[in-house]
């Protein structure tokens, strides 16, 4: 069993920055590939960032490219969500995902976009 704990949400004003961290208990951390999902008020849940369990070449949803960048550290069983210019649209509820063998979600993390 792996837990994901979420952290660094908040409310934000439009434009600003927050930080995302997922701190994982997943003996083999390393192995399973990161992402970063969210569910905004009223919709399904959507996929926003992945990091493969090697680092390297991250994806983006199409909304968040070039205003959000993944990051992880395997020695501290952590990724990020480095979120930048953000917009009222980005808030949601932004969850932790785990993926190798098995899929493992965090409990979210609220994410408030207002002025």
């Known amino acids: 069993q792996v837990q994901l704990v979420e952290s660094g949400g908040g409310l934000v004003q439009p434009g600003g920055s927050l930080r995302l961290s997922c701190a994982a208990s997943a003996a083999f951390f390393s192995n399973y590939a990161m992402s970063w999902y969210r569910q905004p008020p009223g919709k399904e849940r959507e996929w926003v960032a992945t990091i493969p369990s090697g680092g390297g070449i991250t994806n983006y949803a199409d909304a968040v490219k070039g205003r959000f960048a993944i990051s992880r550290d395997n020695t501290k069983k952590t990724v990020f969500l480095q979120m930048n210019s953000l917009k009222p649209d980005d808030t949601a509820v932004y969850y932790c995902?785990?993926?190798?063998?098995?899929?493992?979600w965090g409990q979210g993390t609220q994410v408030t976009v207002s002025s």
């Open positions: 995902h785990a993926n190798w063998l098995r899929a493992f």
